[in-house]
């Protein structure tokens, strides 16, 4: 049999990804975690990377950027390859269409057998396949269904080899601090990989009862690496209470770390079994403190304060040096803010108009940003600063440009940040803040009897 090599990366490909590397790593996220990557097996061998789907573009940018020395291929929605140089350029960079029949009709379904056909001789060829069984995002920290397609591909794949070749399996999970916000942090965790070639024999006989348990074992080991709420009725609660005062209070109490995101995962998911399990236990109990908590959250958002404010507690001198550093910072925010302003004003314009999903926010924010915002923000002045001053100015704007970027976005968290502090002082919202208060302390006690 034919020993197949993968791709090379084309310079052009090679060149787009350091350059996305740049956006999706320097600007827009503020770290990444990367765990697992031993369980990755060789550049060569077929591997099929599996993994939940919860952040539309991000999730395979995030791992594509990550695999740098395997040939990535990702199935993607069908209506992205209409236009013709799109066409090209996203089967260039591995990209191949999925046809829906809910979106590209019934006689469009056919052509996903190409598809098919691509993504077996990728595999074939010893590459990587990226494909998400949920089929569609999630709008919430939670896994869905697990279809078949990623298994009928390899086997499919494993057949046309003889099956003579092995091909692996890799559950993965991607996790994020949060969803929508620029500035914050992201997870992607690689667990072991899972061998097909045990299963040939099996498959060959009874080929639909094989996948499913494979695809139950694939699901179960994506589940356990990520957090996952069962309880979908009360999930904005459960949200809340572990991204705020009482997450932070658990996760110190039982020696997780709740600024470092990997620490802070595994505190979340013991914190979510426990409200699920006090839910199932004390369900009277809880479906108060459920209540009380969707009170608090809207309380709160009806003030225009945030949970870290009872933590800080702050008082009307907090909000007066805020006010005083604001006033110290702001030349330093205009001249940060003028070459990097693009950046933070084209998504805003753009978001609600466009952007039903909030899903979508992120992958929109980064793909504007990689395509129009940066290119205009950055490059375009740096080539008439090397053209009218000289190489040296373009190369100090081009190593200022991310810590400018960076500082006007500090500078209006400090901003939103002195607008809460203030609301948390005003005398008009003194009693409500006192009602909150409490209401959160009987939270939080509530909780605590029952959790321990």
């Known amino acids: 049999m034919r020993n197949n090599k993968p791709r090379e990366h084309s310079l052009f490909l090679k060149a787009f990804r350091a350059y996305l590397q740049y956006v999706n790593s320097g600007l827009y996220f503020r770290k990444e975690h990367v765990l697992g990557l031993e369980n990755v097996p060789t550049n060569g061998i077929p591997l099929v990377v599996v993994s939940n789907h919860q952040n539309c573009l991000n999730d395979p940018l995030c791992v594509c950027l990550q695999l740098t020395d395997r040939r990535m291929n ?35 379904v056919a052509r996903n057998q190409e598809t098919f056909d691509d993504a077996g001789k990728a595999l074939n060829d010893g590459e990587t396949l990226m494909l998400y069984p949920e089929a569609d995002h999630q709008d919430k920290r939670w896994l869905g269904k697990f279809k078949l397609g990623y298994l009928r591909i390899a086997f499919a794949a494993a057949e046309k080899m003889e099956f003579k070749k092995d091909i692996m399996i890799l559950p993965s999970c991607n996790h994020y601090s949060n969803y929508f916000h620029a500035r914050t942090e992201m997870l992607i965790r690689f667990g072991k990989p899972i061998s097909l ?89 809880m479906a108060q403190i459920y209540k009380d908590t969707a009170a608090l959250k809207k309380g709160m958002k009806d003030i225009n304060i945030r949970d870290w404010l009872f933590q800080k507690n702050p008082g009307a001198g907090s909000a007066i040096l805020r006010g005083l550093g604001l006033i110290v910072l702001l030349p330093l925010f205009i001249v940060s803010i003028i070459p990097t302003a693009l950046l933070f004003i084209i998504p805003e314009i753009f978001l609600k108009k466009l952007i039903k999903d909030q899903m979508f926010v992120s992958s929109f924010n980064v793909a504007v940003s990689a395509l129009v915002t940066v290119p205009i923000c950055l490059f375009i ?64 006690s509530s909780l605590d009897s029952i959790i321990g």
């Open 74 to 108: 990702f199935i993607a929605r069908a209506n992205v390859f209409k236009n013709p140089i799109f066409n090209k350029a996203l089967r260039a960079m591995g990209l191949l269409p999925a046809y829906r029949m809910s979106h590209e009709g019934l006689s469009a």
């Open 197 to 285: 070639q045990p299963f040939y024999e099996r498959y060959q006989e009874a080929p639909r009862e094989t996948m499913m348990e494979i695809n139950q074992i694939v699901r179960e080991a994506i589940k356990e690496m990520m957090l996952h709420v069962d309880d979908l009725e009360n999930y904005d609660q459960i949200d809340f209470l572990r991204e705020n005062g009482y997450g932070k209070n658990y996760a110190k109490r039982r020696g997780f770390k709740f600024n470092y995101l990997p620490s802070r995962l595994l505190s979340d998911q013991s914190l979510v079994n426990d409200l699920q399990k006090a839910t199932e236990e004390h369900p009277e109990e």
């Open 381 to 444: 002045p740096l080539i008439f600063i090397w053209i009218f001053a000289n190489f040296w100015w373009a190369l100090g704007y081009f190593l200022a440009f991310p810590v400018m970027f960076v500082l006007a976005w500090n500078y209006i968290r400090l901003f939103l940040k002195f607008i809460g502090t203030c609301n948390f002082n005003a005398r008009k919202n003194r009693a409500k803040v006192k009602e909150l208060r409490e209401l959160r302390s009987s939270i939080y």
